[in-house]
């Protein structure tokens, strides 16, 4: 598939960049990625991924849309209130770039769900809002060989990492278990309904997220390996933690977790 006139005036500005190319951009157009959660770091994993012209996204999420979700994710509208997120993402994804085909789940994340929709996809970015999820992604991931974009929000804090568990030629990479074990109390975790959580801090490590994303499809720059990437917006300091595998992950330790 040969890159159109159109197409070329579209991507421009990244095509520009000699790191990306036509080569990166056509990549980036014969990608297929997930997009778990379509709420604050989704809505601008999903606004990111569709603008840059990633092929076909796949936009996983039960849930429906609440005016309290308006202040931070930011591809759903008012009039939208009561619909579910995965339509309204895709009616925001087919307004702004028509070569992007979407394909919506909404459905609650079960594993072998989860496997079945990884199974030709390039990644998955993580944008999901609970633990038991995740945890399952990472598995899901790990199976099918693809990298984890993880990401997480709340109050005025971020993370992210690049989790490479599994993927070919990254064979020291943590998973997610890695990083935080499933023995670790999710109960005691905030969530943004309790704690709250400002739409920049969303908006920042959804902005991470995808461009993980892009340098992975595109094969430009170095993925932000082997660390989780903090961000204290109270402070507005950076910092990040090294992350090693664990010699006894109850996931990427097993080999039968592998296909
Ligand atoms: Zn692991």
Redesign the pocket.
Known sequence: MKITDTQLHRYARQVVMHEIDEDGQQALLSSKVAVLGAGGLGSVVIANLAAAGVGELIICDNDIIDLSNLNRQIIHREKDVGKPKTESAKRFVQDINPDVSVKIIQETMEKEILNDILSDCNLLVDCADQFSTRFDA?KAA?QNGIPHIFGGAVRFDGQMASLM?GVEGYNNS??????FPKDFDAAQAANCAQAGILSPITGLIGNLQSLETIKWVTRAGEMALNKLILFDGFSSNFKSIETT??DN?????KSDNLK
Request: net charge positive; with cysteine.
């Open positions: 990472a790990f568990a943590p998973c997610f278990a890695c990083l595998k664990l992950c109850v996931i990427c330790s």
